[in-house]
């Protein structure tokens, strides 16, 4: 059957809206990234039709030939976020495309983004991607014990205060993924700690971290009652992805 895209967005705003209320937040300090990745252009249109200004791609080489084309054909320009893992040797095309990186994961790789970003003339807005949860499965700088291991809390603490300081980076905050549980209630503790996590590193560092970026279509909910600045929704919006992701 279609999807309807506009009907979709709709619903997960007045989602987004609900979890604000039961947490006390303004809705304003959430914003939502559709996950285009694997969707064709004309979806993206429609969701930009209907009032979508964030998109997410997780695929650089997918993002390269897509973007372009979307930003030609929409009636306003969008804000594109990386939200994948990034390869060290497509940093400079994902620096061509997007305005955001959520998955900077490794030191080098924030080291290079800095390089590339001087010679571009710009700065690039990067979050850390964290591995709170623990699963070998996910990327991320590991931070499952960061509260009671003192090593792996100083390797990650040391790590944050270098990228902090690299030259043509700004970074805004953290990302994870929470595993997939059957209740969404299950992914709370990961999003507590991220939260956590964040407070502590702005102490650390001495400089503020807007944005904590949890949250996908299955537990989007809860991770904005602990304190997602911004959710990735892709199914819930686009429905189930065109090609194998």
């Known amino acids: 059957m279609p999807v309807d895209i506009a009907a979709n967005l709709h619903r997960v705003r007045a989602e987004i809206a609900s979890a604000c209320d039961r947490a006390g937040r303004d809705p304003k300090g959430v914003a939502l990234i559709a ?17 979508a200004t964030h998109f997410g791609e997780n695929r650089v080489e997918e993002a390269e030939t897509k973007i372009p084309l979307v930003n030609d ?10 939200i994948g893992h990034l390869q060290s040797r497509k940093t400079k ?57 003192p090593e792996e809390r100083h390797s990650l603490f040391d790590t944050a205060r270098q990228i902090a300081r690299l030259p043509n980076i700004r970074l805004i ?34 400089s503020a971290l807007p944005e904590l970026s949890m949250g996908m279509t299955d537990d989007y909910g809860v991770a904005i009652e602990e304190g997602a600045t911004l959710v990735r929704i892709g199914r819930a919006i686009f429905g189930e992805r065109s090609i194998q992701a």
């Open 173 to 206: 905050g953290l990302m994870t993924m929470a595993p997939i549980v059957a209740a969404m209630e299950e992914a709370r503790p990961v999003f507590v700690s991220l939260a956590r996590l964040r407070q502590a590193l702005q102490t650390e560092i001495g």
């Open 35 to 51: 996950v285009s990745k694997t969707h064709p252009v004309d979806a993206v249109l429609e969701a930009i039709a209907a009032g």
């Open 93 to 149: 095309d994902a620096l061509a495309h997007f305005s955001v990186i959520h998955s900077v994961d490794t030191l080098k790789l924030g080291e290079r983004l800095s390089r590339q970003s001087s010679e571009l003339g710009r700065t690039i807005d990067v979050m850390m991607e964290i591995n709170i949860s623990g699963e070998i499965s996910k990327y991320g700088f590991p931070a499952h014990n960061w509260e009671t291991n």
């Open 73 to 82: 054909a929409a009636a306003q320009p969008v804000t594109w976020h990386m």
